[in-house]
């Protein structure tokens, strides 16, 4: 579960890193933290099947649940990592218009 999310949260970055080609957004970070992370999960999961061979086919609910709220945190923490990038680069000059007033 945590592989897929990470997944489309990868590919929803490359088509909008795709779509900003003046890189206003630094949409890039985005890019490399979601497929970095959807390699490292499929290394696990490759691991996983090595060691447990049928018994990863078979999750039970809780480990369903706990993957999705893994891979939804993934998302959010990659989301937050990219909004600190972001105001950090301050692309439209706003950040240092406020505080250049006071």
């Known amino acids: 579960m ?4 990470t997944i489309f949260a990868g590919v929803i970055a490359t088509v909008c890193w795709y779509k900003d ?7 890039s970070t985005l890019l490399y933290l979601y497929w970095g992370a959807s390699m490292m999960w499929t290394v696990d ?3 996983e099947y090595f060691s447990d061979t049928t018994a ?3 999750p039970s609910g809780a480990e369903l649940i706990n993957d999705g709220f893994l891979g939804l945190s993934a998302v959010a ?10 105001i950090l680069s301050d692309p439209s000059g706003r950040i ?3 505080v250049s007033r006071k």
């Open 45 to 47: 999961s490759i691991c």
């Open 77 to 86: 923490f990659g989301l937050v990592i990219w909004l600190i990038r972001f």
């Open 56 to 58: 990863i086919f078979n």
């Open 96 to 98: 240092k218009k406020l």
């Open 21 to 27: 080609t003046e890189n206003k957004y630094k949409l």
């Open 2 to 5: 945590t592989l897929l999310i």
